[in-house]
């Protein structure tokens, strides 16, 4: 998969994988997680959206751990925590 991607030709190979799969004759298997298509694009998914959902979140998660320790809630449940009618 890398090999593909560091040649710049991952979306070629996605391309023919996804053509090759709807070109089947069998439509009940159509983008099952079993397929080799299927199986590619996940790992796709892992390996570039893992790093993307992390640089995304990192920053909002960190405010979120930095407040927590604070003593700011974020606590959705009211029968956890004591709710006094405050907001934020």
Known sequence: MTLFDAKHLLYQLLGNMFNREVESDCMQTLFRGNGL????????????????????????????????????????????????????
């Open 37 to 88: 298509s299927s199986k590619i694009m996940s790992f796709c998914f892992k390996l570039y959206g893992q790093q993307y959902l992390r640089d995304l979140f990192a920053p909002h998660l960190e405010k979120m751990f930095d407040d927590d320790a604070k003593g700011v809630s974020y606590e959705v449940s009211f029968s956890v925590v004591n709710y006094t009618g405050s907001c934020l």
